[in-house]
């Protein structure tokens, strides 16, 4: 398939915003830059083109897809009800980085929900993600745009390594903000429940909400047999070539255990302040202090682990909370749970 790269610098190239509208409302694919990461947008109310993104990534079937949406007038059409909460939650964090699970209309293809009676709805502030999806008229179902199981997309350079030649278009923008994937918060438990951390942090949420349940999945391996309240969280996800070791301690404690088992394969995935004193190759994802620099950085460094050729990656773990839960959330997938403590 001939894949049309889309340049774009700005919401106001209506040429641009036209060819990406069009290749959607022909059912087309087309991968779309947000505040978050890349997605890889279909027309939602399409089944048959939502089938296609599975196949172009590579998805398996059951793990269902985020609804974008521009304005809140376009969430009736997706949703059975819009309880108060999610009101409060969209008049607080939307358009921003956080997805919302709501019971789902008829509306909604069983593609996009894999199955469930539940829809991901959530509004990108991407000024071009939000042009694309008024220009097209459609809410726009999106997974990241990588191949299924390696690190999302936060530049337009990572997408076309991934999907050209497997997707209609991508509209090539600048490197995405926030670096990971959005917060995925249930509200239909009681109470709420967080099913994937990400840049709106549980603090912001419980502002809103009063008191969350954190789903274990996001720090711990599921057990084979256990019951999963969101179908991503059970596969092996943004995973380099390279392995990846998570290190849990203090800066002292990784730099030494780094360079007493580092060799010339090795590379240490480290903060700023650390990369001076390590023996071996180093990437550095941020500042010690400074999550939101992790997240920006995270995924383009585990893509870069394999530019290199790198057989063994000691990634120093960020802090639990804050923005660091997603940071950490996203690496100890990286190193299929493999933590030292340092
Ligand atoms: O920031 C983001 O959310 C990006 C951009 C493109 O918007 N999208 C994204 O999509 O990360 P994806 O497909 O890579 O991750 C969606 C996550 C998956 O873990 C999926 O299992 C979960 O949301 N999910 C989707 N629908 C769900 C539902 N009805 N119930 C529970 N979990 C759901
Ligand atoms: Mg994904």
């Known amino acids: 398939m001939n894949t049309k790269l889309i340049e774009i610098e700005n919401e106001k190239d209506e040429a641009a915003l036209a060819q990406a509208a069009e290749l959607l409302q022909n059912g087309g ?49 997706l949703v059975r009800e819009v309880p108060q909460s999610a009101l409060e939650l969209a008049r607080a964090y939307w358009p921003g980085p956080l997805t919302m699970i709501l019971p789902k209309s008829d509306r909604i293809p069983h593609e996009v929900s894999a199955g ?68 995925v918060v249930t509200l239909c438990t009681q109470p709420p429940r967080l099913l994937r951390p990400g840049a709106i942090t549980v603090e912001m949420l419980e502002k809103v909400l009063g008191k969350i349940d954190v789903d274990d999945a996001i720090l711990h391996q599921l057990k084979a047999d256990a019951k999963v309240s969101s179908p ?67 995924f383009d460094a585990l893509r870069q682990l394999d530019a290199m050729g790198i057989q063994i990656a000691y990634a120093h773990a960020p802090r639990k909370s804050g923005v660091g839960l997603a940071v950490y959330n996203r690496l100890i997938r990286a190193a299929a749970f493999e933590v030292v403590q340092v």
Do not use: W
């Open 29 to 77: 694919l087309c991968a779309i830059p947000t505040e978050t990461v890349y997605g890889l947008a279909a027309n939602a109310f399409d089944g048959a083109a939502v089938a296609r993104i599975f196949e172009a990534k590579g998805r398996p079937a059951d793990n269902p897809l985020i609804v974008h949406i521009a304005d809140l007038d376009m969430l009736s059409d």
């Open 232 to 298: 991503g969280m059970k596969y092996k996800h943004y995973a380099p070539k390279a392995k990846v070791i998570l290190c849990d301690g203090t800066c002292e404690g990784y730099i030494h255990y780094v360079n007493t088992h580092a060799d010339a394969a090795t590379c240490a995935l480290c903060f700023a302040e650390e990369a001076a004193q390590l023996s071996c190759k180093t990437l550095v994802y941020g500042s010690l202090a400074d999550d939101a620099a992790q997240a920006h950085a995270l």
């Open 116 to 183: 469930l009676d539940t829809v991901a709805v959530r509004m990108p502030s991407h000024p071009i993600a939000a042009a694309i999806i008024r220009k097209s008229g459609l809410p726009l179902a999106a997974p990241s745009a990588n191949l299924s199981g390696s690190p999302s997309p936060t530049t337009a350079a990572h997408v076309v390594a991934d999907l050209r030649g497997r997707v209609e278009g991508i509209v090539c923008a600048d490197d995405c903000g926030v670096g990971v994937e959005s917060t």
